[in-house]
Every structure is written in structure tokens, then in C-alpha cells.
């Protein structure tokens, strides 16, 4: 998979994108990084977290873990997780964070090297587990400077796209009238 820094970095810069044709709040941006963390914080996290107690008690925490990387249950996830939030702005969260999600799976599909079995995207229902083979999963975290290097200027760009829409007053202020 790619590390979890290409993962952000790639929805940061894809949440950015989307805003040069679309107003989009920054909050949505950040829910959108969140739902492209949600896979591997809930599969890969306990399972490297845990994955000691598993192996001297004999049980596979995979088969715990890898439902909760697949785009099914990541819907379900984001849904629950937009219950959190005010329900006037339930659509949004839930939109931000499942197209985060999905986002996710999108990059791990693409890469070369996944886990023996693939990421099994209808676990457990099929062994479907497309792989796109663009790049190695291993040498991600080298495109992060590169990743990095495009937001920031994406966000430059649009800081002075919104300067020019919105340039600062020149009008002077009113001077303040002072009644005797
Ligand atoms: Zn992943």
C-alpha cells in the first residue's frame, strides 16, 4: 500500500483540484484526508498494533481487520461517522468522507505490490482484487516531497486566484462625525 503520508498528501492535493472548479470549504477538505486515512487506521493500524497478541494466542486478526478495507464497508464506516456530525451537514461529511475512502482504494489498486492476496474488494464474498500495477507500493514515500511541493503551490495559486476575485477595499474609510 502507500504509506499513509502519500495517501493525504494525494487527497489534499485532489480536495485542492476539485476546489479550482468548485467552491469547497476547507472543512470538507480536511473530512476528505480523514476518509483517505480510514482504511488503513482501521485495517492496518490494530493489525500491526495487535498482530503480536495474534500470533502467541493463535488467531489471525485478518480476518477482523480486512473487511474494513474494503469499499463496502468503508461507506458504512463513513456513514456512521456523519451521525456524529450536525444533521444539516450530514450529506457533506458523509460525501467527504466515503469519496476519501474510496480515494484510498483507488491508490492502493493502482500500485504493483499488494498484500499476498490483493485487497480483496468484496472480502469475503470474492477474491475480485484489481491491480493496476503503475508504481511499487514500497517507493511511495518518495513522491511525498513531490506531492508536498504540488499542494503547496496549488495552494499559492489559489490564494492569489482569490485575491484577484476578491481584491482588498481602497475605498477610505468615512471619518467619524463628531456632533458638539
Ligand atoms: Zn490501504
Same mark, same amino acid.
Not at 482504511?39 to 493500524?45: I, W, Y
Given at each position: 500500500?502507500?504509506?499513509?503520508?502519500?495517501?493525504?498528501?494525494?487527497? @489534499?492535493?485532489?480536495?485542492? &483540484? @476539485?476546489?479550482? @472548479?468548485? %467552491?469547497?470549504?476547507?472543512? *470538507?477538505?480536511? =473530512?476528505?484526508?480523514? $476518509?483517505? #486515512? =480510514? /482504511?488503513?487506521?482501521?485495517?492496518?493500524? /490494530?493489525?500491526?498494533?495487535? *498482530?503480536?497478541?495474534?500470533?502467541?494466542? $493463535?488467531?489471525? &486478526?485478518?480476518?477482523?481487520?480486512?473487511?474494513?478495507?474494503?469499499?463496502?464497508?468503508? &461507506?458504512?464506516?463513513?456513514?456512521?461517522?456523519?451521525? =456524529?456530525? !450536525? #444533521?444539516?451537514?450530514?450529506?457533506?461529511?458523509?460525501?467527504?468522507?466515503?469519496? $476519501?475512502?474510496?480515494?484510498?482504494?483507488? &491508490? *492502493?489498486?493502482?500500485?504493483?505490490?499488494? /498484500?499476498?492476496?490483493?485487497?480483496? @474488494?468484496?472480502?469475503?464474498?470474492?477474491?475480485?482484487?484489481?491491480?493496476?500495477?503503475?508504481?511499487?507500493?514500497?517507493?511511495?514515500?518518495?513522491?511525498?516531497?513531490?506531492?508536498?511541493?504540488?499542494?503547496?503551490?496549488? !495552494?499559492?495559486?489559489?490564494?492569489? %486566484?482569490?485575491? +484577484?476575485?476578491?481584491?482588498?477595499?481602497?475605498? /477610505?474609510?468615512?471619518? +467619524?462625525?463628531?456632533? !458638539?
Amino acid at each position: 500500500m502507500p504509506d499513509l503520508g502519500t495517501h493525504l498528501a494525494s487527497a @489534499w492535493l485532489a480536495g485542492r &483540484l @476539485w476546489s479550482l @472548479w468548485t %467552491r469547497i470549504r476547507g472543512r *470538507d477538505i480536511y =473530512l476528505f484526508c480523514a $476518509g483517505t #486515512a =480510514l /482504511p488503513d487506521l482501521l485495517s492496518r493500524a /490494530p493489525h500491526l498494533a495487535l *498482530d503480536t497478541l495474534g500470533t502467541r494466542y $493463535g488467531f489471525n &486478526l485478518q480476518y477482523l481487520t480486512r473487511p474494513l478495507h474494503t469499499p463496502a464497508a468503508l &461507506l458504512l464506516v463513513s456513514l456512521a461517522v456523519s451521525y =456524529l456530525f !450536525e #444533521a444539516r451537514t450530514r450529506a457533506r461529511t458523509f460525501a467527504a468522507l466515503a469519496l $476519501g475512502a474510496l480515494l484510498h482504494c483507488l &491508490l *492502493d489498486a493502482c500500485q504493483v505490490v499488494g /498484500p499476498n492476496q490483493g485487497y480483496l @474488494w468484496l472480502y469475503p464474498f470474492s477474491s475480485f482484487s484489481p491491480q493496476l500495477n503503475l508504481f511499487s507500493g514500497d517507493r511511495t514515500p518518495l513522491a511525498i516531497p513531490y506531492l508536498v511541493g504540488a499542494a503547496l503551490l496549488m !495552494e499559492g495559486l489559489l490564494r492569489l %486566484r482569490r485575491s +484577484k476575485s476578491n481584491p482588498p477595499s481602497c475605498v /477610505p474609510r468615512s471619518p +467619524k462625525v463628531i456632533h !458638539e
